[in-house]
């Protein structure tokens, strides 16, 4: 099993900037993906950004040039850097791992979830 611990999320002013970060521990084998989704109230969860083990990355568009996601490999951690927020971007912000298991297979793994306010 893969434990995912989030932190950085919290309360900020729209425009202000927040970073998440979100630590992979546990029975880690070779960890492939690693991303960021976001579940509004009442909304499904949605795909924030995501970046590969290589370092290719992938942006919703409605975030595209205000967050930045990264990896330290080393670490088996993800970082979510959000600039300029707006009060639509208030979700709670999950950590999601994809790890690559002996079988040959993936297991898919997921945060706790971390709680982004941010206010007008």
């Known amino acids: 099993q893969v434990q995912l611990v989030e932190s950085g999320g919290g309360l900020v002013q729209a425009g202000g900037s927040l970073r998440l970060s979100c630590a992979a521990s546990?029975?880690?084998?070779?960890?492939?993906?690693m991303a960021w989704y976001h579940q509004a109230p009442g909304k499904q969860r949605e795909l924030v950004a995501a970046?590969?083990?290589?370092?290719?990355?992938n942006y919703a568009e409605s975030v595209q040039g205000r967050c930045t996601i990264s990896r330290d490999n080393a670490k088996n951690t993800v970082y979510l850097q959000m600039n300029s927020l707006k009060p639509e971007d208030t979700a709670v912000y999950y950590c999601?791992?994809?790890?690559?298991?002996?079988?040959?297979?993936?297991?898919?793994?997921w945060g706790q979830g971390t709680q982004v306010t941010v206010s007008s």
């Open positions: 546990g029975s880690i084998f070779s960890i492939k993906s």
């Open positions: 999601y791992v994809q790890d690559r298991n002996m079988n040959g297979g993936v297991s898919n793994y």
């Open positions: 970046i590969t083990s290589s370092g290719i990355t």
